[in-house]
């Protein structure tokens, strides 16, 4: 593979799931996965950081530890390096196998966690991964809801990797509306689903939804 993935993946599908902390992406990702097995499509369910054996361990030194742990330009490196290790070996070769991808995240987080938290530092987001990753999802299904409810559920599920969702009720509310504005940016790329319905509506809004953009 190039510097730049863009060229891969040119028979399958390549759908990320994004939003807030808690609003449901692994949930309806999850679903999503099996409502496609279901009809007999070959899915491969992944998720950032992280995917792949290598960009795992990323995983736990960019989540795990004080918040001062990286600065922002190494956490910028960190998670594009993971990214790049997701793509080359899990995401590109399934894309060429022609499967479907469904990723719990991908390089909008980056955007808005990295970027949105440091205006200064989008530039850099937007360079590297032109330079290193260079493939967008053919289709972004961005679970939106309110904040507090989201943050509830997120702090209530627990476990170890609190480096972001510790950042409080203001930060969530300035990363939904950064996602409500990059879906505004790439109409075509995005669905906005209403994630304040309990799971089975939203998998039944999503299914419907998705399965118009597959071959
Ligand atoms: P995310 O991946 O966006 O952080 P999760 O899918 O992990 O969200 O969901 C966060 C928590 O909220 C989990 O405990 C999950 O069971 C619960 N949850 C997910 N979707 C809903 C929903 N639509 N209504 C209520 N609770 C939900
Ligand atoms: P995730 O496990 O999806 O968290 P959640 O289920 O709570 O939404 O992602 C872990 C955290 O990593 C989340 O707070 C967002 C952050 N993150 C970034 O800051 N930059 C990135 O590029 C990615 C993919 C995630």
Do not use: N
């Amino acid at each position: 593979m190039s510097a730049s993935g863009a060229e891969v993946g040119a028979s399958g599908v390549f759908i990320s799931f994004e939003g807030i902390d808690g609003s449901g992406k692994s949930t309806q990702a999850r679903r999503l996965a099996d409502r496609l097995r279901a009809e007999g499509r070959t899915v491969r369910l992944t998720r950032e950081p992280g995917g792949s054996p290598g960009a795992e361990e990323i995983r736990a030194l960019v989540l795990e530890g004080a918040s001062d742990r990286w600065s922002p330009e190494t956490e910028i490196l960190l998670f594009t390096a993971a990214r790049r290790d997701h793509l080359e070996r899990v995401i590109a070769p399934a894309l060429a196998a022609g499967e479907v991808v469904i990723c719990d995240r991908y390089a909008d987080s980056t955007r808005m966690y990295q970027g949105l938290a440091r205006p200064d530092l989008r530039d850099l987001v937007d360079t590297l991964h032109r330079l290193m990753i260079g493939r967008e999802p053919d289709l972004t299904v961005l679970i939106d809801m309110d904040p507090a409810t989201g943050l509830e559920r997120a702090l209530g599920r627990g476990g170890g990797e609190a480096r972001f969702e510790g950042m409080g009720l203001a930060w969530q509310e300035k990363m939904r509306a950064g996602f409500l504005d990059l879906s505004r940016d790439a109409p075509d790329r995005f669905l906005v689903i209403d994630g304040a319905r309990d799971p089975d509506t939203v998998a039944d809004e999503v299914a419907p939804r998705v399965r118009d953009h597959l071959p």
